[in-house]
């Protein structure tokens, strides 16, 4: 099993910065793909950003060139550095991950952190 711990979220100013951390632990061989995504109130949930194991990054049309994905491949964990922030912006944000377990890749979903944007 893998259990995903993410901090960082919470209330920012319209034009200001957040940056959300998920650390994964838990048993498996390796962490492929981490992401990102998003669900505001009467939305679908989106991707708003995603990073190989290798690095190589996928952003939403929304978000690129103000959010920025990474990982400490070490720390199994992922960062989602939120820049000029909107209010379009205001959703839950969930990491997920793809762990290998037993030579078989399975995702995993954190609990979500609220990002909430003000005017």
């Known amino acids: 099993q893998v259990q995903l711990v993410e901090s960082g979220g919470g209330v920012v100013q319209a034009g200001g910065s957040l940056r959300l951390s998920c650390a994964a632990s838990?048993?498996?061989?390796?962490?492929?793909?981490m992401g990102w995504y998003r669900q505001a109130p009467g939305k679908q949930r989106e991707l708003v950003a995603r990073?190989?194991?290798?690095?190589?990054?996928v952003y939403a049309d929304s978000v690129k060139g103000r959010f920025t994905i990474s990982r400490d491949n070490p720390k199994n964990t992922v960062y989602l550095e939120m820049n000029s922030l909107k209010l379009e912006d205001a959703a839950v944000y969930s990491c997920?991950?793809?762990?290998?377990?037993?030579?078989?890749?399975?995702?995993?979903w954190g609990q979500g952190t609220q990002v909430t944007v003000s005017s």
């Open positions: 990073i190989s194991l290798g690095g190589s990054t």
């Open positions: 838990g048993t498996f061989f390796i962490i492929n793909a």
């Open positions: 997920t991950v793809e762990a290998v377990i037993a030579d078989r890749p399975r995702d995993y």
